[in-house]
């Protein structure tokens, strides 16, 4: 079951739906009630296909969605017991890099190409800690680079973005994520830039971090492989609405949604041979273009009329593992087993 602090989840979305205004007449549904927890000291892995509403979803919870166009027609983003989606812009400010932070998908384009490291992180320290001084700051930066086992942090410090890998620019920015010690850090698909031995470098030291500093994690990813490697939990999204969520272990062993069933089937195991894998029909519909009912009707073999009408209801496959299919009502108490 889901790990708490002694009053609840660390962050718990109940309900959750975002609305973007294109115009006066058109508004896109990009994510549907969609509730999830994350205990304290826990990582959540976020899986799903690009376009499926997992990086709307976590930028919501910062409120980093931009603001003249998102609506927030219904749910709650409780951190710590607080609406983040009712809160003043000052108090999102603090909360902001301070006790929940960010890591987005590509480094390259994270920093700003003018500033050096150093000074782009000592930027980061004062302004969560406006009355500290520069000498103290500096050797808060110096730490922090030299946490994420970059060597010569004195020479990092004074380095330009550009002249640094994406690996180093990704260390950097989890430095700079982790130096308010937040509670919760938010990961947005950041290995996806990088080559597999710099991917499993970076997930191995994200890992130490969270051991070490007890953080909170939401890991984005559509990597079935990083999921297993990182998350406790995992939520699979289609469509802006969650399918499915479990134990990683239980869901990827037992899954239950045939969208999670297709994920990991398409999936090479240990013993993949080179046969041709097995693949989902059609892609990601666009927002436009989204289905009624359950999005995923029009790709999944086992969809009926009743799959086009409204979305099913979460069924319990065991125990902290739920799955909404219709399907599922005709598997008798044994349907996520295969």
Request: with cysteine; net charge negative; charged share 25%.
């Amino acid at each position: 079951m889901t790990n708490t602090t002694d009053n609840g989840p660390l962050l718990e979305v109940r309900n959750l739906s975002v609305d973007f205004r294109i115009d006066r007449k058109t508004i896109l549904h990009a994510v549907r009630e969609v509730s999830f927890t994350v205990g304290s000291g826990e990582t959540l892995g976020i899986l799903g296909e690009s376009g499926c509403g997992k990086s709307v979803t976590c930028m919501s919870i910062l409120q980093l969605n931009p603001a003249r166009t998102t609506i927030y027609p219904a749910g709650e983003i409780l951190f710590e017991g607080k609406d983040l989606l009712r809160i003043s812009p000052k108090e999102m400010q603090h909360i902001r890099g301070n006790r929940v932070s960010m890591i987005f998908q590509e480094p390259m384009t994270a920093m700003n190409p003018l500033y050096t490291i150093g000074t782009q992180l000592m930027e980061a320290v004062r302004l969560h800690r406006p009355g500290i001084a520069k000498a103290e700051a500096r050797e808060l930066v110096l730490e922090a680079i030299a946490s994420v086992r970059i060597p010569n942090p004195d020479r990092i410090f004074d380095t330009y973005p550009f002249a640094l890998s994406g690996g180093m620019l990704q260390r950097c920015m989890i430095a700079m994520a982790m130096l308010a010690r937040p509670k919760l850090l938010i990961c947005d698909e950041p290995t996806t830039a990088l080559d597999v031995t710099i991917q499993a470098q970076v997930l191995e030291l994200m890992n130490e971090l969270k051991e070490k500093e007890k953080t909170s994690i939401i890991f984005v990813t559509h990597d079935l492989g990083v999921i297993n490697e990182m998350a406790d939990r995992v939520m699979v999204m289609y469509g802006g609405r969650k399918c499915e969520e479990g134990e990683t272990a239980e869901v990827f062993l037992h899954p239950a949604h045939p969208y999670t069933k297709g994920l990991i089937a398409s999936h090479p195991s240990p013993d993949y041979t080179g046969r041709r894998l097995p693949t989902i029909p059609g892609g990601v519909p666009s927002l436009k273009d989204m289905p009624k009912g359950c999005p995923f009707n029009n790709r999944c073999s086992l969809a009926t009329e009743k799959c086009a009408g409204t979305f099913p209801e979460y069924r319990e496959i065991s125990e902290d593992h739920l799955a909404g299919c219709f399907a599922l009502e005709q598997q008798g108490e044994n349907h996520g087993r295969v």
